[in-house]
């Protein structure tokens, strides 16, 4: 199932694709999903640091965790000791819709700003580790709190963004939505990788994706 659908989305332009990794079940099977897929695979894992062990250890391109909620400290360094030694990069960074808790307060003052400074304090855990083999969002709902955070962090870090309106809903609402938050920041020559979330079929987000590209001739 899963290597058929990266079969389709290969097939519509997409360059790299993200795999949810919610169960053990599912980190065994990226071996075999690694293997046979012919773009870089990143496994997603949320809260569980054994999972990502198990994804680096299957081979995965990078991994997309949040290192504050991963299991602590030390599980953190476990995890990053783990993808240096396999040169695996990571995904960090911050949502609009799972801010920390200390941070709630900025976020109704500056949602942006919030976002911002979850994804520095993501950051400044993983130099303290002396690792620095990844790149960050910073995804909003709201497509010019998106775009303002974004400009934001570009000014403040040298790494690579990811660049995504987080929900952006129906294929026709959630184009539009992606088109005017990603467009802005790529003509501005911000953002490295991207995704466009569509409540639809995965290989429409790549398409409307690419259009996107297409349209600003990169």
Same mark, same amino acid.
């Given at each position: 199932m899963t290597t058929a659908q990266i079969a389709a989305l290969v097939s519509a332009g997409c360059e790299v694709v993200r795999c949810a990794v919610p169960k053990i079940e599912d980190a065994d099977a990226l071996e075999k999903i690694v293997r046979f897929s012919p773009i870089p695979v990143i496994a997603d894992i949320h809260f569980n640091a054994s999972l990502a062990l198990r994804a680096i250890d299957a081979g995965v391109a990078a991994v997309r965790i949040n290192p504050g909620n991963i299991g602590g400290p030390d599980r953190v360094e476990l995890v990053v000791k783990a $993808?240096?030694? $396999? *040169?695996?990069?990571?995904?960090? *960074?911050?949502? !609009?819709? !799972?801010?920390p808790a200390h941070l709630k307060e900025l976020a109704q003052h500056d949602q942006a700003e919030a976002l911002v400074v979850a994804a520095l304090e993501e950051v400044a855990i993983l130099e303290r580790l002396d690792y620095r083999d990844f790149k960050i969002s910073v995804k909003a709902t709201h497509v010019p709190t998106m775009i303002r955070a974004y400009r934001m962090l570009a000014d403040r870090v040298p790494y690579p963004l990811h660049l995504g309106v987080t929900e952006a809903g129906t294929p026709f609402a959630g184009a539009i939505k992606s088109a005017? *938050? =990603? *467009? $802005? =920041?790529?003509?501005?020559g911000i953002g490295d990788t991207m995704r466009v979330s569509l409540t639809a079929d995965p290989v429409e987000e790549v398409k409307v994706g690419m259009q996107i590209l297409e349209s600003l001739n990169l």
């Open positions: $993808a240096k030694q $396999a *040169g695996v990069a990571m995904r960090i *960074g911050a949502n !609009s819709g !799972s801010l005017v *938050g =990603l *467009g $802005a =920041l790529l003509v501005d």
